[in-house]
Nanobody, 114 residues
């Protein structure tokens, strides 16, 4: 079972960009990797997922602004976030999913505020 560690969060102004990284302790090849987020008082929601072959899925709210990518050789997953909005403020979690096993990271805070 892999362990996941997120990094790259922070405080930025609206319109800025951030790149989140997720480092896995072992091979991610057989996992669907994803980013989720949870804002205060709200349920955790899907942001984006990516399969080993590269196919991706995005929440409607981030399409055209966020890009998920993975490097299977380095066991890394990334989330490039552009044109950030205040409503993107949340704790962002990395997720690794395969049949009968789901792993979560500890989360990284992203705050978008002027």
């Amino acid at each position: 079972q892999v362990q996941l560690v997120e990094s790259g969060g922070g405080l930025v102004q609206p319109g800025a960009s951030l790149r989140l990284s997720c480092a896995a302790s072992g091979s991610i090849f057989f996992y669907v990797m994803g980013w989720y987020r949870q804002a205060p008082g709200k349920e955790r929601e899907l942001v984006a997922t990516i399969r080993s072959g590269g196919s991706t899925k995005y929440a409607d709210s981030v399409k055209g602004r966020f890009t998920i990518s993975r490097d299977n050789a380095k066991n890394m997953v990334y989330l490039q976030m552009n044109s950030l909005k205040p409503e993107d403020t949340a704790v962002y979690y990395c997720n690794a999913d395969r049949p009968r096993l789901t792993v979560w990271g500890q989360g990284t805070q992203v705050t978008v505020s002027s």
